[in-house]
């Protein structure tokens, strides 16, 4: 493998530290339908494990180097809405996600972001 050292990425006309990159994005993501149960959309995610309704795993491919990420995101209900978290840690490759509706629908899409560092 092949390693690059630079300190700026530039396209042109704009350019932005590599710590932007390296520090400031999203490690992993999903984008999931929990009545399929279907991934619609992954990056850095190896699979899901549907525990019950608005509880499901994330399993990621590549391991946080430790437990201190954090997840952002949202789920959309059959009621048109819905809330979302906790998110938890389970260990450096295992995420826990909980949904819950406020109007009693049943939990459908939801979107997700994971942040930290990898290991």
């Known amino acids: 493998m092949s390693t690059i050292v630079t300190s700026n990425v530039s396209d042109g006309t704009l350019s932005i530290p590599t710590t932007y990159v390296t520090n400031g994005s999203a490690k992993a993501r999903l984008y999931y339908d929990q009545t399929g149960p279907t991934v619609i959309g992954s990056f850095n995610v190896s699979s899901v494990t549907d525990n019950s309704v608005g ?65």
């Open 55 to 119: 509880d499901f795993t994330v399993n990621l491919t590549n391991s946080f180097s430790d437990t201190n990420n954090f997840a952002v995101g949202g789920a959309v209900s059959s009621a048109g809405r819905a809330v979302s978290g906790p998110f938890t840690p389970l260990s450096t490759s295992a995420i826990l996600l909980r949904t819950g509706t406020t109007a009693g629908g049943e939990d459908r899409i939801s979107a997700t972001s994971i942040n930290g560092n990898l290991a």
